[in-house]
């Protein structure tokens, strides 16, 4: 009944918790201030967001989350057989640099620390994840390890370079493949300091002028 009701809140009066694009403030924030860049990004929710949004306690909550803008572990794809239908290996190699993890757990006591603000202080209730019990480094450590995913934008598995390593060149022609170009966040050679869209965009109207060039 809830959900027909902010349905139609929606529909006829462009109002209720559908208008709600769900990450609705975020930030950069440098973990070092030498930093020429931020390395963790932040990220506000008006819901609870645990396990991807499967689970779902009672109530209503809110939700910070941090994540890894520069992770330093580096993951692989490979074939798993001749045949083509076979699935792929893939190894992200999550949390396998320790640089990474030391990031997040700084990122972790961000989110509390905003958690914790005068500004929130009337909708906040219990925290649920990682709790409050988890106060020690391995507690949130292992808080870490148990909840961390991959916030939708995976780069750089066709990246763009000449070097023995790189798939595409500079205008995004795969080596050694004739009439046939990589156009996405796949030919970053690094991931960039934000989300992906935007720059996923620039490289699809670059390589359109490339193309349009020819």
């Not at 080596?175 to 869209?197: C, F, K, Q, W």
Request: glycine share 10%; hydrophobic share 40%; with cysteine.
């Amino acid at each position: 009944a809830g959900t027909v009701g902010n349905v139609m809140r929606y529909l006829l009066a462009s109002r209720g918790p559908l208008t709600s694009n769900v990450a609705e403030a975020g930030g950069f924030i440098k973990t070092n201030p030498a930093m020429p860049a931020p390395d963790l990004q932040l990220f506000f929710a008006p819901a609870y967001y645990l396990n991807l949004g499967f689970s779902r306690p009672e109530g209503h909550g809110f939700t910070v989350v941090a994540a890894l803008l520069r992770p330093q572990g580096r993951g692989g794809n490979t074939l798993a057989s001749s045949e083509p239908f076979d699935p792929p290996v893939i190894h992200p190699n999550y949390l396998g640099e320790a640089a990474d993890l030391q990031t997040l757990l700084e990122g972790l006591r961000w989110c509390r620390r905003l958690t914790h603000t005068a500004a929130l202080a009337p909708f906040r209730g219990p925290e649920l994840s990682p709790g409050a019990a988890a106060h020690s480094e391995a507690a949130l450590i292992e808080a870490i390890r148990s909840t961390a995913d991959t916030c939708y934008h995976p780069v750089g598995t066709c990246r763009m370079g000449h070097d023995p390593l790189a798939v595409v060149d500079p205008s995004l022609r795969v080596h050694g493949v004739e009439g046939l170009r990589v156009v996405d966040a796949s030919i970053m050679p690094t991931i960039v300091s934000g989300t992906t869209n935007a720059p996923t965009l620039m490289i699809a109207e670059r390589t359109a002028a490339l193309i349009m060039e020819r």
